[in-house]
């Protein structure tokens, strides 16, 4: 298996837009910019953004220990998925794989390119990957495999045994979205990105960095991988607001660790509490800022509660989650209300 091999072929001979700021790069101090058709009374946002965000990635690059050469990034992990979805797979012909019960917008990403979704469900209860099926189930078309690890909504980390043979075994790109890895115990697949030519590593400043609102996704893989990501992204898919308050956001250490500290002991406290909600049935082991559990009637317990002002996510239609609810974990006081709620039903 080769990447290039991969790759669709209109997007191997795709000659990519050349933006203005592409075109004319270097010292901008004391230059005379006439060239973009931008306006030129300065408001702070009249110049269009970096398109290759070289200052945000430096210090994402320094914070993950990944050059930037393998760093790209997305308005948000879900144009990252969408962007690797129309880099791999030729529509009305490729597949994707997936695990459910997982994140949704794998299929609906799928979807939108007339690519087919091909499902393997999670082992019941444990929710680890089927390697075998899922290895037999891959066919010539099958290009991406999604894992999510922790997975949304179970909570649990895929087992690395598991991980590592399918990225050996499976004849496509592996993406690990890894949007709640900074909850988890388990160490980053980032470390591991040399030795898999086909893995790629998603991970979103939306949870544990607090910033749901600016939209960034970085996406880390091969400069090979990266290279051919950059040809097709949007010129300026990620804008001037965003890139000075990731900067922004990312340069506060503190409060990023000690959010993602309190949060960790809030889901483990929640956890004991929830033991003692008679109608909890089972509450799965979590490594990331969510709990799911299992109740008596999911959609009863979920109306109850907003009727009490609280909104939870009711995941009782998905495989292997009948009955299941799916609790963020929010700020102590949020925490307290939402147990004192369910305590009282
Ligand atoms: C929340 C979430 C994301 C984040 O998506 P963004 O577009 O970066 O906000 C990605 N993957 C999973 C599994 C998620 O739960």
Request: with cysteine; proline share 5%.
């Amino acid at each position: 298996m080769t990447i290039q091999n991969l790759i669709r072929p209109a997007i191997k001979a795709l000659k990519p837009y050349s933006s203005a700021r592409d075109e004319f790069q270097g010292n901008t101090d004391n230059l005379t910019f006439l060239d973009a058709n931008e306006n030129p009374f300065d408001n702070g946002v009249n110049r269009y953004p970096d398109p290759q965000q070289g200052k945000l990635k430096a210090l994402i690059s320094q914070i993950k220990d990944v050059p930037t050469e393998n760093i790209l990034l997305g308005n948000g992990s879900d144009e990252v998925l969408d962007l690797l979805i129309r880099m791999f797979c030729e529509p009305n012909q490729d597949n994707i794989l997936i695990l459910p019960p997982t994140y949704g917008m794998y299929e609906v990403l799928a979807n939108v390119n007339a690519v087919e979704t091909l499902k393997i469900n999670l082992s019941e209860e444990t929710f680890q990957p089927k390697t075998e099926e899922i290895l037999a189930v891959a066919n010539a078309n099958s290009k991406i495999l999604f894992l999510c690890s922790p997975n949304n909504p179970s909570g649990n980390n895929l087992e690395t045994l598991s991980i590592e043979l399918l990225l050996k075994n499976f004849k496509g790109i592996v993406v690990i979205d890894e949007a709640y890895i900074d909850f988890s115990t388990e160490e980053s697949w980032l470390s591991r990105l040399n030795e898999f030519p086909n893995l790629v590593v998603t991970q979103t400043l939306s949870k544990a960095f607090g910033m749901a609102g600016i939209r960034l996704g970085m996406c880390f893989a091969s400069a090979e991988i990266i290279a051919t990501l950059n040809k097709i992204k949007p010129p300026y898919n990620i804008n001037q607001l965003t890139q000075e308050k990731a900067i922004e956001g990312l340069r506060d250490r503190g409060r990023i660790k000690s959010q993602i500290d309190c949060l960790t002991e809030q889901r483990n406290a929640l956890v004991k509490v929830l033991k003692e909600v008679k109608f909890v049935k089972i509450i799965y082991p979590s490594e990331a800022n969510f709990i799911m559990v299992k109740v008596d009637d999911a959609n009863k317990r979920y109306q109850q509660l907003i009727e009490n002002g609280i909104v939870i996510r009711n995941r009782t239609t998905q495989p292997l989650c009948e009955n299941c609810l799916r609790l963020t974990v929010g700020t102590v006081e949020e925490n307290k209300k939402l147990i004192e709620n369910l305590k009282k039903l």
